[in-house]
């Protein structure tokens, strides 16, 4: 018997949780007719061959590329990231809860956590950049892959008992709407000294070289109550091969030259987890 493909697993999942969906045109509720998501006022949105929805199909080509993704997941499941997902599954609250990853780039932080977690919860990603989504749909199955704008959300208010947001830009209005009223908002940050190896390199002598993440949490505090601030900091070894995924993979070297940075390891790895509640 063949395996089911994952075009089809997609169309499960979403029509289990059809109810969570709504049309990003016309914000009315959706069916799962065959392998379209359909809205009463017809507005339709294919799955692709690989198992995600594209529900921004006018949005422009994405900065980054596919291969920024790949060398980002290929980092991811060397275990770099681990003490942050280890962090986040005791800050979550208890299974068979929904999840949304919004900003989940490849998508191996949400999936890594639902592996942790035994996918118990209903976990969806979702992100603008294709190129992300079509990463995280190729190389993960479980949660549901969504290419969608963050300003835009294909959701019902409501919806959602967490809404990460690992290391990406935020629409805090959009995010309130979809989240419960008892539900958290859990944002993860960089600290002082995150990837300090490579910051050190590229920024030595400009004002670039120090950064600090309090504007970024007082701007958190502004639409949300922040019930906890997690710190992580830890010294990750890396090979030359992932040490060349690091900085294939950050936006840290966007814009710069960088056959000439040093192979260094281990690379410091400090970031803030906030956790926040409606206010």
């Known amino acids: 018997m063949s395996m089911i493909s994952k075009k089809e697993q997609a169309k499960q999942k979403i029509s289990q ?36 929805l594209n529900l921004a199909p006018q ?20 275990g770099f990231y ?6 986040l599954v005791e800050a979550l609250p208890s299974p068979s809860i929904r999840i949304l990853d919004a900003g989940t780039g490849e998508g191996s932080h949400l999936y890594q956590l639902a592996e942790k977690r035994k996918f118990q919860d209903h976990t969806v990603g979702v992100d603008l950049a294709k190129e992300g989504i079509q990463v995280a ?13 963050l300003a835009n959300l294909p959701f019902q208010n409501n919806s959602f008992d967490v809404i ?15 989240l419960t009223e008892d539900g958290l908002f859990v944002k993860v940050v960089p600290g002082a000294n995150y990837l300090k190896e490579l910051r050190d ?14 504007q970024v949490v007082t701007h958190f505090k502004k639409y949300f109550h922040l019930k906890d601030r997690i710190k992580i900091e830890t010294s990750e070894h890396v090979s030359e091969e992932n040490f060349k995924h690091l900085v294939q993979m950050t936006p840290l070297t966007a814009n710069h030259s960088v056959e000439q940075l040093e192979y260094r390891s281990p690379v410091t790895l400090e970031l803030e987890v906030l956790v926040g509640e409606r206010m």
């Open 137 to 149: 749909a190729s190389g993960y199955a479980e949660p549901i892959w969504i290419v969608s704008d």
């Open 201 to 214: 390199q590229l920024y030595e002598g400009t004002d670039k070289e120090e950064y600090t993440n309090q």
């Open 59 to 78: 949005a422009k080509k994405s900065n980054y590329s596919k291969e920024l993704f790949q060398a980002r997941q290929q980092l991811c499941q060397t």
């Open 164 to 178: 990460l947001n690992i290391l990406s830009p935020s629409n805090y209005q959009s995010f309130l709407n979809v």
């Open 82 to 87: 681990q003490e942050l997902i280890d962090k």
């Open 17 to 52: 949780n059809i109810h969570l969906f709504k049309c990003v045109i016309c914000n009315s509720p959706m069916t799962m007719d065959d392998h379209q998501l359909t809205c009463s006022n017809n507005h339709r949105f294919d799955l692709a061959k690989q198992g995600y």
